[in-house]
């Protein structure tokens, strides 16, 4: 189970909305992106045309991962058409791009990250928190590093979520030293859970997402919101525990005023939206806080939700 520890809120700077944390509650879900050809029959009705695939998902989940940006910066009418598509409320979460994240320092980054930014507030209140992706390089010698580009970000623009993937960051005392300079700048904590494609029997279909890395989830909230990467077993059993636990963990922080958004990755793509709303119902079973999702005005529900005792 995941430590009691996660429990604990504490106020947090949040420059964009203020220094409270009484910001509303809510729960944002999806996948990394929206344009697969092998969802039409499941998120798209058959013969959907793929110029159409943004509109559909957006009317269906709440949020994407944005992982496009991360390789491609959209120019202005990219964006505009992005916002013209999704209805209000719908949020995109943009990946900060490698040519930023990956270089061997951050601070280079400093004046690019800041267009980006400004880049991104053509999407207006679909603009969600922007995440930045650190390599497995990336380690504990350059939190001074790190502290000057947390310190330059924009905050008032928007919110900054950071996920990081050198194994001694995961460990005292630089565990505790990250902790302490997300909270301080109210940057939120990118939750990484590869558990159920490691924590299951060998698969050939797992080996793509087993080059995510295996680091330990340190499940704790370092600013009014949390983002979540779950990356789920292709078959639903295997993930049953810790979707258990994340059920117990998002009803918490909801109830706390924390916003979530928890975006779903599954080896087979194909399966990630229905993993996504299988999460939704069964986390509406357990009496999670959690909005409709609108995917079920157009079909109803799964049948068989019954993995929560």
């Given at each position: ?114 267009q980006f930014v400004e880049q991104m507030q053509g999407l207006g209140d679909r603009l969600g ?136 990755h599954c080896p087979i793509e194909a399966r990630s939206p229905g993993m996504a709303r299988y999460l939704q119902h069964l986390f509406e079973q357990r009496g999670v806080p959690i909005p409709p ?17």
């Open positions: 189970m995941l430590p009691n520890s996660a429990s604990a809120l504490t106020v947090f700077r949040s420059p964009r909305y203020g220094t409270s944390v009484s910001t509303p509650v809510n729960f944002f879900l999806g996948c990394a992106v929206w344009a697969y050809k092998g969802w039409l029959g499941d998120l798209y009705p058959p013969h959907s045309r793929q110029a159409d695939f943004l509109r559909l998902y957006s009317r269906r989940l709440t949020a994407v991962e944005g992982n496009t940006t991360f390789y491609a910066v959209p120019d202005r009418e990219t964006i505009a058409r992005w916002v013209a598509e999704t209805p209000p409320g719908f949020v995109f979460c943009p990946k900060l791009p490698r040519d930023l994240t990956h270089r061997q320092l951050l601070q280079p980054a400093i004046a690019g990250a800041g928190p922007i995440f930045a992706q650190l390599p497995p390089h990336y380690g504990p010698a350059l939190l001074d590093d790190l502290t000057a580009f947390l310190t330059a970000w924009p905050y008032r623009e928007a919110d900054l979520a950071l996920e990081v993937r050198h194994p001694d960051w995961f460990r005292e005392p630089h565990a505790g030293a990250l902790t302490a300079v997300l909270q301080r700048f109210g940057v939120g904590r990118v939750l990484l859970d590869t558990r159920p494609i490691y924590d299951s029997p060998d698969d050939p279909q797992l080996q793509s997402e087993r080059r995510k890395p295996q680091l330990p989830l340190q499940p704790s909230i370092t600013a009014p919101f949390g983002l979540v990467r779950f990356i789920s077993h292709p078959q639903r059993e295997y993930n049953q525990p810790f979707l258990e636990e994340w059920g117990t963990l998002i009803d918490r922080w909801l109830r706390q005023g924390v916003r979530i958004y928890f975006f779903v999702l609108p995917w079920n005005a157009f079909s109803p529900p799964p049948a068989q939700l019954s993995l929560f005792h």
